[in-house]
């Protein structure tokens, strides 16, 4: 078991998404791997608490009334174990139950996202009062006005700050308490200021994205916020489940491999050239698995597909999100078959065999708080290309700017020359089998998992407590 502070006993941990109950962004994966590293590593008692969007069964089932504001509606709590995470508490309200957890068949999100969150914070307030935790831990906006109705010791993470929940001012008059006060922002209510305000210890998910966040140019208009929090803002990077993110043991992959058996990699990348109905080549494969949505920057590696065939180098993509994106991919792999190859959705087993098969791996990403793909990648040996930004800084070494440590390759500049330039040299880098190898290595001998960044967060739940009991 890991150590940790030895007044912290007990933790409330609430959040939109964690997989596989709700499977939406990057939020779900990390927020699933911090719950299975701090119930499987430490000796806390961890209460874990979702909002219930329906079709998730539990064993050994039991159901609570919950007492919440009569605005909220008629809630609930079924608690009950799942696979993966264990014991989970999944808040029912009349208006949470959605076949997506925010947007329609559209793409557009609920209408009534506001009411459906702030419900389920009052839910999770409800429960917090009930059970008297050490420590509430909070996830994204989604979460962040429990803040109004408790005064627990409180961590709040931001994931992605750009995701604020902004809601009509007349909200401060159904919240009705004097703390929701603080959730006010030039004349409406934004649950991410609030939440800034009130919690004792705020954690973006990567150092650098830490920093990011208190710049006037990254910080979604709470850099001012952020900034006077001082040294309560602490930067945790996310890790990665190293158990289902290994290709010596990865079912889903034809050929299992490791450090000493890289060789054996190129199984992998034959059966995913036979995925998409690819002939060999000798150029590299660059893979790419993304939501196709503005922030991750797919446009600027999709405006370089014209070009690939000059760079000898075929892309492949899993993913889904805005229909417009998703278009031009289909059309690029209907004018470029044999550069070009678009998996539309997510198929979980299909992204395993890009982060196994592919020689590349490229984030092309405008922003990203942490980022999880690339170090997926890095751990099957795949080379990352990552926009200079956010955790992708704190994870990926430039092979050309530090020879002897590079794990991948850092374009200079947020655009498609920047991306252009550092796949070349990406691709330079992999057409010399020594230097490939030695890249390779490194991204694959570093500890991604959970273990480092857990005893970061017990660290930062025991200062929430030890700051309420100075206070005192």
């Known amino acids: 078991m890991i150590p940790h502070s030895p007044s912290v006993r007990s933790v409330v941990f609430a959040t939109a998404e964690a997989a596989p109950i709700a499977r939406v962004g990057g939020l779900a994966e990390a927020a699933a791997g911090l719950i299975r590293s701090l119930q499987h590593t430490t000796d806390i008692d961890l209460m874990v608490v979702l909002p219930d969007y329906g079709g998730v069964e539990l064993a050994n089932e039991v159901i609570r009334p919950l007492e919440v504001p009569d ?42 996202n506001d009411h459906r969150f702030f419900g389920f914070s009052a839910a999770v307030a409800a429960i917090t009062n009930r059970v008297q935790p050490d420590v509430l831990h ?15 010791p409180t961590v709040y993470t ?72 001082g040294s309560d803002l602490v930067g945790i990077r996310n890790g990665i489940d190293a158990t289902l993110w290994n290709p010596l043991t990865d079912p889903a992959i034809v050929q299992r491999y490791g450090r000493t058996t890289l060789g054996d990699k190129e199984a992998t990348a034959a059966h995913l050239r036979s995925l998409v109905g690819w002939e060999p080549s000798d150029g590299p494969m660059i893979g790419m698995v993304t939501r196709l949505v503005e922030q991750k920057g797919i446009d600027l590696v999709l405006g370089l597909v014209p070009y690939l065939e000059k760079m000898n180098a075929r892309v492949i993509l899993l993913g889904s999100g805005a229909e417009r994106v998703s278009m031009w991919a289909r059309q690029l792999a209907v004018s470029y078959p044999d550069q070009f190859a678009f998996i539309d959705g997510y198929d979980l087993e299909v992204a395993h065999q890009i982060f196994a098969g592919a020689d ?29 930004v956010g955790g ?13 440590n590079g794990t991948g390759f850092v374009a200079q500049t947020i655009d498609s020359l920047g991306m252009l330039d550092a796949l070349h040299r990406a691709i330079a880098a992999w057409r010399v089998r020594r230097r490939r190898v030695g890249i390779q290595k490194r991204g694959m001998a570093v500890d991604w998992s959970w273990d480092n960044p857990t005893q970061q967060h017990l660290a930062v739940y025991g200062d929430a407590l030890a700051s309420r009991e100075h206070a005192e």
């Open 360 to 388: 590349i791996f490229c984030m092309p990403s405008r922003f990203e708080p942490c980022g999880l793909a690339q170090m997926q990648a890095m751990r099957y040996g795949t080379i990352p290309v990552v926009t200079p």
């Open 71 to 112: 605005w909220v509606g008629e809630a609930h709590v079924r608690s009950g174990t799942v696979d993966e995470l264990g014991m989970v508490h999944l808040v029912g309200t009349p208006s949470l139950t959605r076949p997506h957890p925010y947007v329609d068949e559209f793409g557009e999100g609920w209408t009534d």
């Open 392 to 404: 992708l800084v704190d994870t990926v070494v430039d092979a050309d700017g530090d020879q002897k």
């Open 158 to 229: 931001i994931h992605t700050l750009g995701y604020q929940g902004h809601a009509d001012a007349a909200w401060l008059d159904r919240i009705g308490s004097e703390r929701g006060r603080a959730f006010e922002w030039f004349g409406e209510v934004n649950p991410a200021a609030g939440a800034i305000r009130l919690a004792d210890k705020v954690i973006a998910v990567s150092p650098n994205y830490a920093k990011e966040i208190v710049d006037p140019a990254r910080g979604e208009g709470l850099h001012n916020l952020l900034a006077a929090r």
């Open 138 to 152: 909070l996830n994204d906006w989604h979460t962040a006005m429990a803040l109004a109705w408790v005064d627990t």
